[in-house]
Structures are given as C-alpha cells and as structure tokens.
C-alpha cells in the first residue's frame, strides 16, 4: 500500500517489524527483497512521487570549498525512487581487488569478501534491467566484436571489461506495483526527524517523522534500516544525539569522515596512426538488448606492482567548449546549454571560453555541420528520448582519428575528507549538514602514473600516440571537483567501532536493531559506479535480517 503521511492524524503511532526509511535503490531493493519474508514492512520516503522544491531544499547545507564539491542539494533527489529518478543507468561490479587489503591504498579492506557480493550481483543486474551479469566481453556475447583499438597491445590495459547500462530505471516507476504488496506500507512525505534510543543507547526504540505540512507520527520496530544517501544517512546519526553525545555510532568521530567520490576528467590528445574507421568508441547491443561498452581498464596486477588504485578510461569526444574542434554537433551542444540540467552540463561546461568571438566560432561550426546535426538530432531524438531503452551518452566518432580520453579513478580513503553539520538548521530543526571533500597526493599518484602506462601502451602497440601535459594532471583532475552522484564511505563498515561505523551485516556498532544501506557503508570506492554494488549489499542485507527472530513483534 502506498499512501501519504499527510492524511495520517497528528502523533499517529504505527507498529512494524523492518522500518526502512529512504525510497531510492537502496530502500525500494530492500524492500523487494523482504517482499515474501512475511514481516511486517514499512518504508518511509521524505518526498512525493515527483520533485518538488521545499522537500529537495531539505538537502541544502554549506559546501566548505565549493570548488571541489557541488552545492549539498545538487545530484540527489528526495522523491520516492531516489536518484534512480535522475542516473545515467551505467552498472558496473566492483572487482576482487577492491575488496582486499591493499598496502598502497590506506585504510583498505572490506570486512567482507568479493564473493559475499558475487552473490547478489546477478539479481542486482536484473532488478537494474542491465540484462546479465556478464562484463567480459569475450563471454557476454555469441558473436565476435570489433576491436576496440586493433593492434592495441594490452600490456598494461585491457579492453575487454565492460560497462552495462540500465534503461536507466527509475525504481519508483519500475516497482510501485510490487511495493503495494500487503506487507508493504509506504508513507510518502515522512521525513526522519528523531532516532530514539533506549537509556544505555543499545537499541533505537522507535523514530519520529514529520511532514511539511506540520504533522508528527512514531514508529516502533523490531529493527530500523538507513536507506537515505551517504550524506544524509551520516547527517541523521550525527544530529541525533540525546543518548550518544557525539552522535548514534559515533562513539569514535568515524561518521561523516572518509568521505570519498570517484576522481575523473577529460585529459590530453589521443591521434591513431591507424584507420580512423578501425577505432570502435560505441556501444554495442547484446543479444538481450542492453547497450554496453568497453573501456580501457587498468589490469589488477598492474595496480598492485605500481601501487595505484583502480583506473578506466574511455574515447571521449575534445571539449565541447573549445570550439576549434570544428564539429558542428559538439557546438550545437553547446549553444543548447541553456536546456541541459545541472548534473550533466557542470561536466559539459565547466571552464568555457568567454566572450562573443567564441559563440561566433560556435555558430559558424553549427552553420557548416548542419547535415550531422540532423542525424544527430534524430538518433537522440529516436534512441534516446522516445526510447523506452535509451541509447546511454554523446557518442561522437572522429573522422580524424583524434580523441580526448574520459577517465574515472578510485579516490583513497582519507579521514580528513569528511561531513560534519553546520549550525544553520532546517524547517525542522535539524542541523544541516557541511561538506568538506578533499582528496590526496595519492589520488594524483593513480591518475598520473596509469596515464603514463596508457601513453606506453599505445606508444609501443604503433597504433597511435597520446600527449598530454603530465604538469596539468592535477588541474585536471579536480576541474569538476568530486564526481557528483557518488557519495561513499561516510559510515564505513568494518571489524573495529574505532575505524568504521558498520559491522559486516551493516549493523551499527553497539545498536542492536539499526543498520545501514547505501554506498556510505563501502569502505573503499573502486572505479565503478556505485548504484549496482548498493543494490546487491541491499539485497544480502534483507537475506541476513530475514535471519532473524521476530517473533513476539
């Protein structure tokens, strides 16, 4: 059943044995998962089934350094089905190696096994609708592919991992029929406001929610799950602290800290010496139907003998603001900034040329590209907007044979890179959170040096040349700041209360029935996209909860 904590009347109390509190991939998979467990469950969502402006400005809060890290409202939506409302759709498993410990990246090391996820990852990538769990290109397909790069000699990188892409699926859309179950109650506009806890602050006895509209209600469960972000999650044990004086699970300043994202930029100049037409930087549809792509991966065994955390790069287009590339698609791009949502232009334009001699270049590419324009138009028009699978990016091919590269690197987890709250409070009360990312040498170490093993590799294979400024790696890598969207670490899970928030099954150290759910509980943060490893962590934590007694609730 699915209603709206507005008609409930005012200090409404509710019984329940899971209360989940977050509607987006993690709450609504959770929820799937617990469908046939017989509990009781119930999963409160902050917002509506659309946007709307005075529950998202419930997210706002102070950026410290607004240059590395985008406004605290940007890149989340607090609407039931979450992101998924607003992702790209690009799935991608994390690997082995991210889940080990690893001397070169500090802090290292899950207090579980890659194989704890492998688990889940198949039903992941179903409830994702990215078709099978599959990212070997060598295997996921029954015909042979076009080489990415022929002749490429892949010392260093391979080209035969891929990435998956959803439809993207809103997961409100996608499952609202199935979350109208009986078992199910989903209150719309119930907005967390206070965890309770018993007098030895071992136990959440129940939570308080509110509306906008001025109405409270409680809840008491036999167990609470955080489903809200790794922002917010960490925001609402900090700022509950009747019991706990630093904050639930927070007995040793781990929450908020850790906070990573993921490294990446557009770098250098990539010219093959080989057939334009023989470069392959597309996607290509599987057999179910699902668009999918291969990038240039740096290897496992690489990152260990250099020391470096993971690394991916892709053939991307020259930046669009630069209008010398001379492509009239790029430019029409540009001149339709106006139009594009702030998630996907900061990347877009960020650090654009000034001035009307820049448009005017602008313009005169759009004037003498007019034929590609169209086509362009009509693919995206067809494969993207009207498509129920849309086609996932901006995909140009070189005629020239001339790339940029788009890559994506881990950032290392660092204490100092962290969220804490501000002394400025919201509509109810609550502080808002403060945002204070960093990122370190080492970072730079990653990107720097797995830059220069591509330049090697493709020096050596003969199939073209890479330049680059290695002096501007740096600038380049946090021109955009910490890639938004992925907000991982902040209560990391662990053996330790003195290291982590967590225990292995997302438990909070030293609260008996309250866990957590999202990327916040990663303790590293790979080079994947986190959503399809949320899902799968969501769905071993409803098997683990389906472990437990509730009888007597």
């Not at 991966?297 to 001379?326: C, M, W």
Request: hydrophobic share 35%; glycine share 10%; aromatic share 10%.
């Amino acid at each position: 059943m699915i209603s709206d904590a507005r008609t409930l009347p005012d200090a409404t109390a509710i019984q329940t044995d899971v209360c989940i509190v977050g509607g987006g991939a993690a709450g609504i998979s959770l929820a799937l998962g617990l469908l046939r467990s017989g509990y009781r469950i119930l999963l409160l969502e902050s917002g509506g089934e659309t946007e709307e402006a005075a529950t998202q400005a419930l997210y706002e809060g102070h950026v410290v350094n607004p240059a590395l890290h985008s406004p605290a409202e940007s890149y989340r939506q607090r609407r039931f089905g979450g992101t998924t409302t607003i992702w790209g759709g690009r799935c991608v498993p994390f690997d082995p190696l991210d889940f080990e410990v690893r001397p070169y990246v500090p802090h290292s090391g899950w207090p579980i096994g890659y194989e704890e996820i492998a688990r889940y990852y198949p039903q992941a990538n179903r409830l994702c609708e990215a078709g099978v769990f599959d990212y070997q290109s060598e295997t996921a397909f029954t015909r042979p592919l076009k080489p990415m790069i022929p002749g490429f000699d892949q010392r260093h990188f391979t080209t035969d991992t891929l990435e998956r892409f959803s439809c993207p699926t809103d997961f409100h859309v996608r499952y609202r029929e199935k979350l109208s179950a009986p078992n199910i109650q989903v209150l719309l506009h119930a907005n967390l406001t206070r965890i309770a806890l018993s007098a030895d602050g071992n136990r959440v006895t129940e939570v308080v929610a509110s509306t906008l509209s001025g109405k409270s209600f409680s809840v008491k469960a036999t167990c609470f799950v955080l489903c809200t972000g790794g922002l917010e999650t960490a925001r609402l044990l900090l700022a509950n602290r009747d019991v706990h004086g630093q904050g639930i699970g927070n007995l040793h300043d781990v929450v908020g800290r850790y906070y990573m994202c993921h490294i990446a930029g557009t770098m250098g100049g990539l010219r093959f010496s080989i057939p334009p037409k023989s470069v392959w930087n597309g996607y290509d549809i599987s057999d179910e139907g699902i668009y999918c792509r291969r990038r240039l991966a740096l290897r496992p065994k690489v990152q260990h003998h250099e020391h470096v955390g993971s690394f991916v790069a892709r053939l991307h287009h020259p930046r669009i603001t630069d209008p010398s590339h001379g492509n009239g698609i790029l430019s029409a791009l540009y001149c339709a900034k106006p139009f594009i949502s702030y998630e996907y232009a900061k990347r877009l334009f960020e650090d654009e040329p000034q001035g009307w001699q820049s448009w005017g270049r602008h313009l005169t590419n759009v004037a003498r590209g007019v034929p590609d324009i169209m086509g362009f138009a009509w693919h995206m028009l067809r494969d993207r907007k009207l498509a129920a699978r849309k086609f996932p990016s901006v995909v140009i091919k070189s005629r020239a044979g001339l790339y940029s590269l788009d890559f994506h690197a881990e950032q290392m987890p660092d204490p100092m890179s962290r969220v804490g709250l501000t002394h400025e409070k919201d509509q109810f009360g609550m502080q808002k959170i403060e945002i204070d990312w960093r990122y370190t040498s080492q970072d730079v170490h990653t990107v720097k040096r797995s830059l220069a093993l591509l330049k090697q590799d493709i020096a050596e294979s003969g199939v073209g040349s890479f330049n680059y400024d290695p002096q501007s790696v740096e600038k380049e890598m946090i021109r955009y700041g910490a890639y938004g969207g992925h907000h991982i670490g902040t209560v990391r899970m662990g053996n330790s209360p003195r290291t982590s928030v967590t225990n292995s099954d997302c438990r909070v150290h030293g609260v008996a029935n309250l866990y957590l759910a999202g990327s916040g509980v990663f303790p590293t943060s790979s080079q994947a996209n986190p959503t399809l490893t949320i899902v799968a962590l969501s769905l071993r934590l409803g098997d683990h909860l389906q472990s437990l007694d509730f009888s007597g609730t």
